[in-house]
């Protein structure tokens, strides 16, 4: 039980296009999922949090108009990189939670680069 | 300030020998924590968590840890490391209801010599 998906598991685009990553649970209800990036040989740093139906909550420095997040249903959130550069390069990774579980499960994460 | 500590960024144990990989916190409020563990090019698997109760939890693969307040700490352990634990490990603390504030401790990289 608990799995969580992504897809793709890893994209390479040009700069100035934009990217769309899926998260999906695949045998449970997320009332809230998370995307997180993490860095080479770095831990992971949360971008945003979001609950079914609602607007996404970014961490600070996080832009909100580069990096759209939409929670449409109990299953399903993606995360879109609009006019994507090279610093964007990273690995993505989201996670989901159930309410009342406080444990989050993460998917296996989508390598994106750009070129 | 809250945050996650894992010492060592590096351990190399030997097959069959015994682990424990270290792990300290600073929270706020009653931590909930958790042991996360990555293999190259994958997302994390959860391997344990504490909220409450027993101190000592046991995990998926044989690793337990242990919850130690006075010390604000929770190492995992396990007794027989296997060629396929290796991997990074990463220690991280929430609270109830946190809605998604899991603080990661910066990962610990583990190496398996034969």
């Known amino acids: 039980g608990a799995v969580v998906s992504q897809h793709p598991s890893r994209v390479i685009c040009k700069s100035g296009t934009s990217v769309k990553i899926e998260c999906r649970s695949l045998?449970?209800?997320?009332?809230?999922m998370f995307w997180y990036r993490q860095f080479p040989k770095k831990s992971l740093m949360l971008m945003a949090t979001?609950?079914?139906?609602?607007?996404?909550?970014?961490e600070q420095g996080v832009e909100k108009d580069k990096f759209l997040i939409n929670h449409a249903s109990l299953t399903l959130s993606t995360l879109t990189v609009t006019s994507a550069h090279p610093e964007d390069s990273s690995f993505y990774i989201c996670?989901?939670?159930?309410?009342?579980?406080?444990?989050?499960?993460f998917g296996p994460g989508t390598r994106l680069t750009v070129l | 300030a809250q945050s996650v500590t894992q010492p060592d960024i590096h351990i190399t144990v030997s097959e069959g020998a015994s682990l424990e990989l270290r792990c300290n916190y600073s929270?706020?409020?009653?931590?909930?924590l958790f042991w996360y563990v990555q293999s190259p090019g994958q997302g994390l698997q959860l391997l344990l968590k504490y909220f409450s109760g027993d101190t000592l939890v046991q995990g998926i693969k044989g690793f337990e840890a242990e919850f130690k307040r006075s010390q604000s700490s929770f190492n995992l352990r396990k007794p027989s490391v296997h060629w396929s634990d290796a991997a990074e490990y990463f220690c991280a603390v929430g609270g109830e209801g946190s809605q998604g504030n899991l603080i990661f401790g910066k990962g610990t990289k583990l190496s398996v010599k034969p």
């Open positions: 929270y706020g409020a009653t931590p909930y």
């Open positions: 045998d449970f209800q997320a009332t809230t």
């Open positions: 979001s609950n079914e139906g609602s607007k996404a909550t970014y």
């Open positions: 996670s989901a939670e159930t309410s009342g579980t406080d444990t989050q499960y």
